[in-house]
C-alpha cells in the first residue's frame, strides 16, 4: 500500500490560495468541480468549494508543489507550504494550524480520559485500550 501523498496548491488567478494533500490530483481536481457544482454538496475541502463558488470555477488551477509525502506527515508539510507562501505575501484561505499560532500538542482524549498527541487522535481512539476504557471495562496492563 501506498503511504504517501502530494502537496498541491489551488490557485486563484495564478495566486496562490490553498494548499491540501492528496494521493491522487486529478482526482482530486475532479472532487473540487463535482462540489462546485453541486451546491448541495459537503465535502472536507468545504471552504475551498465555496471560495470557488464566489470567484468562479474558471477563475482556479491546480498545481502539484511536492511530491511522495510520508502521510503522516502530511499535515506538517501543509503547513509548511501555508507559512512559506504566506510570508511571500500570499492571501492564504487554509484555516489549518501554522507555526505562528500557538498550537496544542498534547490533549486529553474525549473518549477515554488519556493524555494523548492530537495529531495522533484519530489512531489512539483506534487502539483497544482507548476503546476498553471508553467502555469503562479499565485499563489494559501495559508491557
Not at 500500500?1 to 490530483?25: A, F, K, P, Q, W
Not at 492564504?92 to 500557538?102: D, F, M
Not at 495529531?119 to 476498553?132: F, P
Amino acid at each position: 500500500m501506498n503511504n504517501t501523498v502530494n502537496i498541491y496548491v489551488i490557485l486563484l488567478n495564478d495566486e496562490e490560495v490553498y494548499v491540501g494533500y492528496t494521493r491522487n490530483l486529478n482526482e482530486r481536481w475532479i472532487q473540487y468541480k463535482s462540489s462546485y457544482n453541486c451546491e448541495n454538496s459537503h465535502t472536507h475541502q468545504e471552504i475551498m468549494t465555496q471560495y470557488m463558488r464566489v470567484h468562479g470555477w474558471y477563475n482556479f488551477s491546480i498545481q502539484l508543489v511536492e511530491e511522495d509525502v510520508d502521510k503522516f506527515y502530511a499535515v506538517e508539510h501543509v503547513e509548511e507550504w501555508v507559512d512559506a507562501y504566506k510570508e511571500i505575501g500570499c492571501d492564504i484561505i487554509n484555516k489549518s494550524r501554522t507555526k505562528g499560532n500557538a498550537r496544542k500538542t498534547r490533549e486529553n482524549c474525549a473518549r477515554c480520559g488519556l493524555d494523548i498527541n492530537s495529531r495522533d487522535r484519530a489512531r489512539h481512539q483506534a487502539t483497544m485500550r482507548c476503546q476498553l476504557l471508553h467502555r469503562g471495562f479499565g485499563a489494559l496492563p501495559l508491557p
